[in-house]
């Protein structure tokens, strides 16, 4: 069999489905064909393959090309002074009702330019590639009018041909009410369902679209309606739900079939069976639950005992989680909310791929699958998770290259 090539002498962490906890194989190879993976398994079991190129990976360990499932990467300004006014006591509610939180994200990002919003979203999304990241989703949220939403997006799809890296991109026009909407919530919500998500849509601008369901966001009849037209278009939806109460937000996505709802501190064992009966996937955010400081962890033990797949994903955003690092994440997951090695990396690789849709592209060493891999100076899987402010990555493989 012809392959453009082939990495030998490997350890693998395949994520493969058929194969238990992490689907490891000890004297392994990967063979790759137009940036596609043709073989991948024990090299004793392996074809007769013949590559232009052969590397000799001397023992490290390959992983699935690492995901991240929910990033908030475009956007102008930080939030630095909020750091402080939480440290000197201040809750996000508090900081949001004062004009603050993701309303003074929005008046920086709407006052930047395509081209300032691009150079100041490559950083953070240069900070996950070095780490191993092959896909990454980005969100819009912080113009909240049609020209900024469009704006955001369209730097997504910029940033696409800026690096080698899958992107989706994500609309979220409902992640806040804007200023001209103050007291009237349901007419923002008119906008998004009449012009912003039908433009996004008909640019083909977005993958997907989302939408924060809380008590300083939006009720779940409010959701509802967004959900109606993204279905309408022909859109998965995903939700942020239950991070600071419980709305009921997870259950009416599970019946719109979402990808995935995130955040789930406050997710009940009524919202837990919505899930596992859907299917969704629950995608958790140690980042923002540890920079907020809460105490209420999502219920991970009830997630796993119903058999709810669960990713891990940083939240990188400027006001709660200002996290680019896919390796510290799964820590503080393991740490903070008591997930296994194994939920850590199939976090990150397979069931990320749920979360956005990828299952059958990306995010486990199997035939036909991306060849997107992560190439790695340890001696077990464990130390991805166990280190932190540490980078082991080797290498790192996109479609082949």
Same mark, same amino acid.
């Given at each position: 069999?012809?392959?453009?090539?082939?990495?030998?002498?490997?350890?693998?962490?395949?994520?493969?489905?058929?194969?238990?906890?992490?689907?490891?194989?000890?004297?392994?190879?990967?063979?790759?064909?137009?940036?596609r993976?043709?073989?991948?398994?024990?090299?004793?079991?392996?074809?007769?393959?013949q590559a232009?190129?052969?590397?000799?990976?001397?023992?490290?360990?390959?992983?699935?090309?690492?995901?991240?499932?929910?990033?908030?990467?475009?956007?102008?300004?930080?939030?630095?002074?909020?750091?402080?006014?939480?440290?000197?006591?201040?809750?996000?509610?508090?900081?949001?009702?004062?004009?603050?939180?993701?309303?003074?994200?929005?008046?920086?990002?709407? @006052? %930047?330019?395509e081209?300032? $919003?691009?150079a100041?979203a !490559?950083?953070? =999304? /240069? #900070?996950l590639?070095?780490?191993?990241?092959?896909?990454?989703?980005?969100?819009?949220?912080?113009?909240?009018?049609?020209?900024?939403?469009?704006?955001?997006?369209?730097?997504?799809?910029?940033?696409?041909?800026?690096?080698?890296?899958?992107?989706?991109?994500?609309?979220?026009a409902?992640?806040?009410?804007?200023?001209?909407?103050?007291?009237?919530p349901?007419?923002?919500?008119?906008?998004?369902?009449?012009?912003?998500?039908?433009?996004?849509?008909?640019?083909?601008?977005?993958?997907?679209?989302?939408?924060?369901?809380?008590?300083i966001?939006?009720?779940?009849?409010q959701?509802?309606?967004?959900?109606r037209?993204a279905?309408?278009?022909?859109?998965?939806?995903?939700?942020?739900?239950?991070?600071?109460?419980?709305?009921?937000?997870a259950?009416? @996505? %599970?019946?719109?079939?979402? $990808?995935?709802?995130?955040? !789930?501190?406050? =997710? /009940? #064992?009524?919202?837990?069976?919505?899930?596992?009966?859907a299917?969704?996937?629950?995608?958790?955010?140690?980042?923002?639950?540890?920079?907020?400081?809460?105490?209420?962890?999502?219920?991970?033990?009830?997630?796993?005992?119903?058999?709810?797949?669960?990713?891990?994903?940083?939240?990188?955003?400027?006001?709660?989680?200002?996290?680019?690092?896919?390796?510290?994440?799964?820590?503080?997951?393991?740490?903070?909310?008591?997930?296994?090695?194994?939920?850590?990396?199939a976090?990150?690789?397979?069931?990320?791929?749920?979360?956005?849709?990828?299952q059958?592209?990306?995010?486990?060493?199997?035939?036909?699958?991306?060849?997107?891999?992560?190439?790695?100076?340890?001696?077990?899987?464990?130390?991805?998770?166990?280190?932190?402010?540490?980078?082991?990555?080797? @290498?790192?493989?996109?479609?082949?290259?």
């Open positions: 069999m012809r392959c453009d090539r082939i990495w030998t002498r490997a350890r693998l962490a395949t994520l493969a489905s058929g194969r238990p906890d992490l689907g490891v194989v000890e004297e392994g190879l990967v063979a790759s064909r137009d940036g993976i043709l073989y991948a398994g024990p090299a004793a079991e392996a074809p007769d393959l232009a190129e052969i590397v000799d990976c001397e023992g490290r360990w390959i992983t699935p090309g690492l995901i991240d499932a929910h990033t908030h990467l475009v956007h102008a300004g930080d939030r630095a002074a909020e750091f402080e006014l939480r440290l000197a006591g201040a809750s996000y509610e508090e900081i949001a009702r004062s004009g603050g939180g993701i309303l003074s994200t929005v008046r920086a990002t709407r @006052a %930047a330019a081209a300032e $919003l691009v100041a !490559l950083p953070r =999304l /240069d #900070a590639i070095a780490e191993g990241a092959t896909t990454v989703e980005i969100k819009s949220g912080y113009g909240l009018t049609l020209v900024d939403e469009i704006k955001s997006l369209r730097v997504v799809r910029s940033l696409t041909g800026a690096r080698p890296v899958r992107l989706r991109a994500t609309l979220l409902a992640h806040a009410a804007p200023p001209e909407y103050a007291g009237d349901d007419g923002y919500i008119d906008l998004i369902c009449r012009d912003i998500l039908p433009a996004a849509a008909s640019e083909g601008l977005a993958d997907a679209v989302d939408a924060f369901c809380e008590s966001a939006f009720t779940p009849a959701v509802e309606r967004v959900f037209a279905r309408a278009h022909g859109l998965p939806v995903k939700l942020h739900a239950e991070q600071l109460s419980n709305q009921g937000g259950a009416l @996505a %599970a019946r719109y079939g979402a $990808l995935s709802v995130d955040h !789930l501190e406050h =997710l /009940d #064992a009524a919202g837990v069976a919505a899930l596992a009966r299917g969704c996937v629950a995608t958790l955010l140690p980042g923002a639950y540890l920079f907020l400081r809460e105490t209420k962890t999502p219920p991970v033990e009830a997630l796993r005992a119903a058999g709810v797949p669960m990713a891990l994903a940083t939240d990188c955003n400027p006001g709660t989680s200002p996290l680019t690092s896919l390796l510290l994440a799964m820590n503080l997951a393991a740490t903070l909310f008591r997930l296994t090695v194994t939920e850590c990396l976090g990150v690789t397979r069931e990320a791929a749920r979360a956005l849709g990828l059958d592209e990306t995010g486990a060493l199997e035939a036909g699958k991306a060849c997107d891999l992560a190439i790695w100076d340890i001696e077990r899987p464990a130390e991805l998770v166990y280190r932190m402010g540490f980078n082991p990555l080797h @290498a790192r493989i996109w479609a082949g290259q």
